[in-house]
Structure formats: C-alpha cells, structure tokens
C-alpha cells in the first residue's frame, strides 16, 4: 500500500482561511451562525472554522460537537456494538443557520446521521455542510456547501486527515 500526501499543514490553514471567507460573504445574517462538528475529525475542525469566522466577524461563535454512533445505518452489519459517544451542543440550534462540518465526505451516509442526531437539537433555519475534503462517491443526494478540496478518489483509496488536536501534527493522505 502507498501513502501520498495531499495536504500538508499550511495547505489545511489555507483551506480553512477561504472557507471561512465563503461561510461569513454567503451567510450575511452572520448572528445566526453556530458551528456543529462530527466526533471525531469534525469536531476540531468547527472550532478552528468558528474561531477564523470569529475573527473576521470580531466576536465568538458558538460551537458544539455531534456523536451519530445512535443514528448510523450500518450499526446491525457490525460485529462488535460501537461505543457510543455523547454530543454536546450547548445551545439553542432553532433558528439559527448551522454548519455542520466534517473531515471527509465519502458516501453521505454520516452526514445524513448527523442531520437526524441534530434534529434533537432543535429546528436550524438552514443546515450547511462545511467538509476539509470531498472524495465523492455519494450514495445519498447530499453536497457539501464548503469545500477545501476537492479530491477524485478511486472506492479501494482511503483519505485519512490527521489533526493536531487528536494526532499531534495536521495533514491529508491518500492511501492506494
């Protein structure tokens, strides 16, 4: 199996700097905006997204964090029960425009979940899909409104995304 690098450190900086160009010029009510990552990639993602979307907005967003383990459609195909996670999303979601954001978006399927988890939450006005990279492949009618790259992949390749936050340094790889 080889590795190949897609996305270094300042590649992922630089992604995340225009998306959050892209979340502030196509939201223009920007004191509606909260930020909901997916455990677990995503999760650290919504904060560096809220907190660059903060910056350019001069004030703090907020930010909670989803588990879809309970929502996912392939829990009876596995053989040993996941473990099952909290979310916490300290704040009202009804009204407000949520970015739901995640590391890669593959089939859909998680992304579905995620919308079901947060329906618990309450009613978004609008739900916008943030994800670092799109590998394509969709086999649910879902597209990301956010993308930082755009990433053709084969169904045998796997794109993992590493972050500081959880492995200590930040880069995409493709393996074949």
């Known amino acids: 199996m080889s590795v ?4 270094d450190a300042a590649a992922i900086e630089r992604a995340l700097a225009r998306m959050a160009h892209e979340i ?3 939201n223009p009510e920007a004191d509606a905006i909260v930020f909901v990552g997916l455990r677990t990639n995503g999760a650290p993602l919504a904060h560096r997204l809220a907190t660059k979307v903060g910056e350019i907005l001069g004030r703090e967003l907020p930010t909670g964090e989803l588990d879809i383990t309970m ?3 392939d829990l009876n195909l596995r053989e040993t029960p996941p473990a099952v996670g909290l979310s916490d999303i300290p704040f009202d979601v009804t009204g407000k425009t949520v970015v ?3 590391d890669v978006l ?3 399927r998680s992304i579905r979940a995620a919308m079901d988890e947060l329906s618990d939450f309450g009613r978004p006005k609008c739900i916008r899909l943030a994800v670092l990279v799109d590998r394509g492949h969709r086999e649910f009618p879902i597209r990301p409104d956010y993308v930082g790259k755009n990433l053709p992949t084969s169904m045998t390749e796997r794109v993992t995304v590493s972050l500081a936050e959880i492995a200590d340094k930040d880069e ?3 393996e074949k």
């Open 4 to 7: 190949a690098p897609i996305m």
């Open 24 to 26: 502030v010029e196509g």
């Open 71 to 73: 929502h996912r459609d």
């Open 100 to 102: 739901l954001v995640d």
């Open 106 to 108: 593959f089939t859909g």
């Open 172 to 174: 995409v790889v493709i």
